[in-house]
């Protein structure tokens, strides 16, 4: 009784979050906007936007592509699905830090000045605001489905013969594996892991007149949509059909009450450095995130009220972090669909990445085609075999002696550690920089670190108390000449997944300087060798600040001597702070700002008196952007030549620029550069397929019109072959660029 009063009288948001799950046509407009003046209300800062609720308003972009009219069905299935794992990942991990920050200062606040314990109510109701649009649309895409002759069946829509079926399918394939678990004295609570569904069943043992309970973990291992015979494709859920053949597991009990429920769990993890190896320690942390408290439980709204709250005891969950879901428990699997049916006219047409015309040219020789020239690789339009082909050439040239790799996020089965371990296999030198605290990586990056010690591959783990993000890889030769060195840098990881569908920049360079200086870096992450002065990259934690105020104070200078003055940059989030600060002064100085920021935006752009010079927007369509560019006009407009141009592993946060190993680096190879300023900078700022404006409200807007035509940055470069790699072949122009030529020049910036 005790635990049913905490639920009724100590559980308001929850009653408030059933509402509003329960309420298809909520006004999410209204609700946004009434949550964004709360919050200006509480802030002591009004011109910064909160970092979580930013964060929100981008998963509300991921989200709206999910609607988008223009997309094939099944690409709009998977942008629901990543939303919804997006907002997973929230809860573990953001809400989650915020949890652990409220124990220790509840009165700790965020950029814009709200106090913890004010911010965590505000973001959830943001959550479940996204979470009943989440299912709302779901609902809207199975209805489509039907019309493309694919159906997702409830169970009464299971005709004798399909229930025949099923139960011998479920016999044959997922009685063995499902584990029911009884609970009481001897049998205590099982783990069940964060994301993880599962079944609660009160049961009454037919000799007995106690009811007793049991869990049935859904093993994550089965795909949760089981395709049903016959002419029509129809799916329906794994959870369903286990639910259906419960007397199948429990034949000596009456089946009182069932229920699903799903867990998600804190995952901010706490490393002690108790031992002499980091790995160790991060292996006692992970078995430590498996038992994290649990911060979100979900039910589905036919669990009846004291089933619910049986399950909150055991999980000893707080009655206000359980949501009560009428609909699909962990919609983010819905991605599956996409794999398991795929047909190709559902989605977006396929294409082959490209390799640079250059290397082709030279017969694949990519040492040749880089001492030609620098080469700018513009990831998923051009292959990341590329880069592959860097490492298996190293791997298997004779000429080479020695390589050197940081690590971050690899994936499975990576094709980038095979080639370190062949060529220490081969008595190459290698050295590998795993950074194992890349956030639910840290187990995969632990196997990759045995896998190439055993190899013979020299491993670092990193700089303790600085997470290693740059991307960096460093191949020596011996040639005719001497020891040539060659160096990728990267905005992305070394993951040839992602790199699929995230865009990104690999120059591939044997500058002298900029090897010299990728060597220096290597120096001080492998033996905490000193990091002169620079010349040609900056590495945080210990410059990049620094030189980036620098070049914002420059443009300010130009601006005074009433020369031009832009800064245009592109990255995932900008949260920091003294860099904000920086560019509304640079605003109020007269320089133009124009800013992509796939993600978190905490500077108010278009403010009389603070911003008027800064637009901000947001590109989220098909690939996901992610990489770094920062430009400054250096005294004339852009694109100019006399700009100055760097890529970066860095968004502008304090988590990069004070506590990571990051790296900027100059580009100063004028058809890079030039690739950069006037075809990727510019598609970018021109795009309006894809594109949000940030208004100085903090709402977003498209600028995309389903009626009208635009332009697509994503569909350019698809078709279109970059300047720096590309052999004998026109320059693509760009629509829009060519009327730079004349005229006034900031209109024809598409839509800021």
């Known amino acids: 009784m005790k635990a049913k009063q905490i639920f009724e009288h100590k559980n308001p948001a929850n009653s408030e979050a059933n509402d509003v799950l329960n309420k298809k046509n909520a006004n999410s407009q209204r609700l946004k906007k009434q949550l964004l003046n709360d919050a200006a209300h509480e802030s002591k800062n009004p011109i910064y936007f909160n970092p979580e609720i930013s964060w929100l308003d981008f998963n509300e972009r991921v989200y709206a592509a999910s609607k988008n009219k223009l997309y094939p069905i099944l690409e709009r299935i998977r942008f629901l699905g990543i939303s919804a794992n997006n907002l997973d990942e929230f809860y573990m991990v953001r809400l989650g830090r915020l949890y652990k920050t409220l124990i220790h200062n509840e009165h700790e606040k965020s950029i814009d000045g709200i106090e913890i314990h004010q911010l965590i109510p505000l973001v959830k109701s943001r959550v479940m605001e996204q979470l009943a649009h989440q299912g709302h649309e779901w609902r809207n895409l199975r209805r489509e489905l039907r019309s493309y002759d694919v159906d997702i069946i409830s169970p009464k829509e299971l005709s004798d013969i399909d229930k025949k079926w099923l139960e011998e399918y479920f016999i044959t394939n ?91 769990r804190n995952a901010e993890m706490s490393v002690n450095h108790s031992t002499s190896d980091l790995r160790v320690d991060f292996e006692e942390a992970l078995s430590q995130r498996l038992h994290g408290d649990v911060i979100q439980l979900a039910v589905n709204a036919r669990m009846p009220e004291h089933l619910r709250l049986y399950v909150m ?84 040239d004779k000429s080479v002696i020695s390589i050197k790799q940081t690590l971050y996020r690899t994936g499975d089965n990576s094709p980038i550690v095979a080639a370190l ?50 991307k960096l890889c460093l191949v020596v030769r011996k040639e005719s000449t001497g020891l040539k060195t060659y160096t990728h840098f990267s905005t992305g990881n070394y993951n040839a997944n992602t790199a699929r569908i995230y865009t990104d920049l690999s120059l591939l360079t044997a500058n002298p300087k900029l090897c010299y200086e990728a060597a220096c870096i290597f120096n001080y992450m492998t033996g905490y060798s000193r990091i002169d002065k620079l010349d040609n990259i900056a590495v945080a934690p210990f410059n990049l600040r620094k030189n980036l105020l620098e070049l914002i104070d420059k443009e300010i200078d130009f601006a005074k001597l009433g020369k031009p003055a832009v800064i245009w940059a592109k990255m995932n989030s900008l949260t920091d702070s003294t860099l904000i600060n920086a560019l509304y002064k640079a605003s109020n100085a007269g320089v133009q700002i124009f800013l992509i920021i796939r993600g978190m935006c905490c500077l108010c752009p278009g403010i009389p008196g603070l911003s008027e010079n800064i637009s901000v927007k947001s590109i989220v369509g098909r690939f996901l952007e992610h990489a770094r560019v920062f ?38 190879n004028q058809t890079v550069h030039q690739q950069i300023l006037q075809q990727i900078m510019f598609s970018n700022l021109n795009d309006t397929a894809n594109s949000w404006k940030l208004m100085p409200d903090g709402t977003y807007i498209p600028l995309f019109n389903e009626a009208e035509s635009s332009f697509d940055a994503h569909e350019f470069f698809i078709h279109n072959t970059s300047l720096s790699g590309s052999g004998i072949g026109p320059y693509p122009v760009i629509p829009h660029m060519i009327s730079m030529e004349g005229g006034d020049y900031y209109p024809q910036i598409n839509g800021l």
């Open 421 to 470: 371990i062949d060529a220490a296999k081969a008595g190459k030198s290698v050295t590998a920089l795993v950074e194992i605290k890349a956030r639910f990586d840290e187990e995969m990056n632990i196997k990759w670190t045995k896998d190439l010690e055993q190899a013979g591959v020299h491993v670092v783990y990193g700089i303790v108390g600085i997470k290693t993000h740059a």
């Open 313 to 396: 005891e055991q999980f000893d969950a707080n009655p206000n972090d359980m949501l009560v879901i009428d609909g699909v428990l962990g919609i983010n699997d819905i991605q599956q669909l996409v794999s398991i049916y795929g047909k190709k006219q559902l989605l977006f047409p396929a294409f082959s990445p490209r390799t640079p015309q250059r290397i082709r040219n030279n017969n694949d020789d990519i040492f040749e085609s880089i001492r030609i020239k620098d080469i700018l690789v513009h990831h998923p339009y051009e292959s990341f075999d590329v880069i592959l082909m860097l490492l298996k050439q190293a791997a298997k």
């Open 174 to 264: 997922i009685f063995p594996v499902l584990t029911p678990m009884a609970i009481d004295p001897s049998h205590p609570v099982p783990l069940i892991p964060s994301q993880g569904i599962s079944v609660v069943v009160q049961l009454q043992d037919r000799d007995q007149m106690s009811p007793v309970y049991a869990f049935i973990p859904l093993p994550m291992s089965l795909d949760r949509f089981i395709k049903l015979p016959g002419e029509k494709t129809r799916y329906i859920f794994i959870e369903q059909v286990i639910t259906l053949f419960l007397n199948k597991l429990f034949s000596n009990h009456i089946i009182l009450a069932e229920g699903l429920f799903r867990i998600l």
């Open 631 to 668: 430009c400054f006009g250096n005294g004339d407009l852009l694109p100019s030549t006399e700009a100055k141009v760097f890529i970066s592993s860095a968004d502008w946060m304090p988590r990069n620029l004070d506590f990571r190993l990051e790296l900027m680096v100059s580009i100063e």
